[in-house]
Structures are given as structure tokens and as C-alpha cells.
């Protein structure tokens, strides 16, 4: 894939660590990730807390079938909400959305992780 994201990793566990990076696949990542089924993807973002819909939304299209039944956004350090044209083009696209700050999206992703749950999720840096 080309643009904002690149592959950096399988899929499988994210934690935050002490320094803030995102621990994933035995390495620390500093920047944001999207994680679908397909993988985990490095995501550039126009700031450390400023999530890159168009972005996003290619990223979902590429996916497909591979990005789940709904997209879990972690808005960094606090619980933002996203705009409303993303909200409207996250359900074009047929997907739920769940919003929250990224320690408790990390958490989330780990139980979704180990029920097995097809879904994507963008995680933005603490």
C-alpha cells in the first residue's frame, strides 16, 4: 500500500509503553498504526492528534472485506470526536463506529484480539 500508511507488521497484540510508543509485534512504533486483518500499518497524520480522514477512508476501501464490521478510532491522550463527514463516510461504508481515547482502544482491541472479532483500528499516538 502507498500514501499515508505503509505495512509494518502481522497482525496481533498493541500495548502503550511507559514512553508512549506503541509496542506491537516485539517493537516500538511512535507514530500512529492502522490495523486491519491484513496487518499493521505505520499511518502518517497531518499531527500527532489529527486523524487524516482521507486517509482513513482509503485505507478502509483498499481493506475491503478485510477491514471487519467496524472501526475502532483512539483519539490519543483524551477521547475526541471525530467529525461528523467522517462519522457520515465511516457509515457509507457500512461500518460501525467506536470512538474513545487510545489506552482504552488498546484495551479494547486486546479483548476484541483474543474473541477473534473481524474489525479495523486506528490508533492515534498518546
Excluded: N
Excluded at 499515508?4 to 507514530?31: N, Q, T
Excluded at 482513513?56 to 475502532?72: A, N, P, S, T, V
Excluded at 483519539?75 to 461500518?95: C, I, Y
Excluded at 463506529?97 to 483500528?121: I, K, S, W
Amino acid at each position: 500500500m502507498s500514501g499515508s500508511f505503509r505495512r509494518i507488521s502481522e497482525k496481533g497484540p498493541v500495548s502503550i509503553s511507559p514512553g508512549g510508543a506503541f509496542e506491537f509485534g516485539g517493537k516500538l512504533h511512535k507514530g500512529a498504526l492502522l490495523i486491519s486483518s491484513s496487518g499493521a500499518y505505520a499511518w502518517t497524520a497531518p499531527s500527532a492528534q489529527e486523524i487524516d480522514e482521507a486517509g482513513l477512508l482509503r485505507f478502509l476501501d483498499i481493506e475491503g472485506k478485510e477491514r471487519g464490521d467496524f472501526l475502532l478510532l483512539g483519539t490519543g491522550p483524551s477521547l475526541m470526536l471525530p467529525s461528523g463527514s467522517l462519522r457520515h463516510e465511516v457509515d457509507e461504508r457500512g461500518l460501525g463506529l467506536e470512538v474513545m481515547d487510545t489506552l482504552a482502544a488498546c484495551r479494547t482491541y486486546g479483548v476484541l484480539l483474543g474473541e477473534c472479532r473481524l474489525f479495523t483500528a486506528a490508533l492515534l499516538t498518546i
